[in-house]
């Protein structure tokens, strides 16, 4: 089964899916499909899909739709697989798996591809209204400065761009330097695993699970997705002018050899507001799902995906 986002690479998804479609039958032959109509949708359909039997499900869309259909499979706790057929803006998950951003090639590689066993993240944060709610990640989760790029990617439109690639590089890009120029920095209290407390200040904080986010960037370069642990990567109190200049450390994965960044491994991260009262936004996967306090667990090898042999 497939499911689709049509609004995926600023609905570009949808005007290519009669080609989309043509590629996939040429490897797979019939299939089901369904689109999602909202956010959420697709989480429902694949966990319902799970529930009927389905054992691969392919997620036709960006990051946030992968996110959706991986939630949907993780939640059903059935015997299922994902597959990837990329066709969004960021993009940032499948450059860890070298899945090609062709659809021809890209399904090509899904019926060619090899059953992997990766961890995912779980986390356990806090909604608008204050209850708790729980969400898995495949790739990145993060607050501070990427949270509020993302705020802010969300209302831009490149639609005039001809590559839907270069719309998710070029919207990040641009928001990343709005947000940097009222550059704010956010303060929390993080346990990482059993170590005590420590107060941290931030421009960016980031959970990963794999190697990319923000369109392109190595946020953290040797993260692997089967080695039970997050990579973390804490940005400090840098300068606006500093992260300008080196900006294009974050896309040759290079910037964990500034002083105002460090990094560590873990399976387990607490993290909160330092004042009481501040709302620190969190984003996963470049979807913003709430707020702080929220812990961030590894759970090994949860997950079944095709990847490139």
């Known amino acids: 089964m497939i499911i689709v986002n049509p609004q995926a690479a600023a609905g570009s998804t949808r005007e290519r899916w009669a080609e989309i479609a043509s590629d996939l039958r040429a490897h797979f032959g019939p299939f089901r499909v369904a689109f999602?109509?909202?956010p959420g949708d697709g989480i429902q359909i694949a966990l319902e899909a799970c529930k009927r039997g389905k054992r691969l499900i392919i997620a036709c869309g960006g990051d946030g739709t992968i996110n959706e259909v991986a939630n949907g499979i993780l939640l059903s706790e059935q015997d299922v697989e994902l597959g990837i057929l990329p066709s969004g803006t960021g993009g940032d998950f499948r450059r860890s798996?070298?899945?090609?951003?062709?659809i021809r090639q890209a399904a090509k590689q899904l019926r060619e591809s090899k059953t992997k066993l990766?961890?995912?993240?779980?986390?356990?944060?806090t909604t608008d209204s204050g209850k708790k709610e729980t969400r898995y990640f495949l790739n990145v989760a993060s607050y501070g400065l990427s949270a509020s790029v993302i705020k802010r990617v969300k209302s831009m439109n490149f639609n005039w761009l001809p590559i839907s690639e270069m719309r998710g590089q070029v919207n990040f890009a641009l928001s990343t330097l709005q947000e940097i120029i009222g550059l704010d920095y956010v303060y929390s209290k993080i346990r990482v695993d059993k170590h005590r407390e420590s107060a941290l200040s931030s421009l960016n904080f980031c959970i990963c699970n794999a190697r990319f986010f923000g369109g392109g960037m190595k946020i953290a370069p040797n993260a692997k997705l089967d080695d039970g642990a997050f990579d973390i990567v804490n940005i400090g109190n840098i300068s606006a002018l500093r992260v300008l200049l080196n900006s294009y450390t974050l896309y040759r994965g290079t910037?964990?050899?500034?002083?105002?960044?460090?990094t560590t491994s873990a399976s387990?991260?607490?993290a909160e507001p330092f004042h009481t009262g501040q709302k620190i936004r969190l984003e996963a996967d470049g979807e913003l799902i709430g707020f702080l306090p929220a812990e961030f667990e590894i759970i090994p090898k949860a997950?079944?995906?095709r990847v490139p042999a």
């Open 36 to 38: 999602t109509k909202k």
């Open 97 to 102: 798996l070298n899945i090609s951003t062709e």
């Open 255 to 262: 910037h964990l050899d500034l002083p105002e960044v460090q």
């Open 118 to 125: 990766i961890d995912v993240g779980r986390i356990l944060f």
């Open 303 to 305: 997950l079944k995906i």
């Open 268 to 270: 387990f991260i607490q």
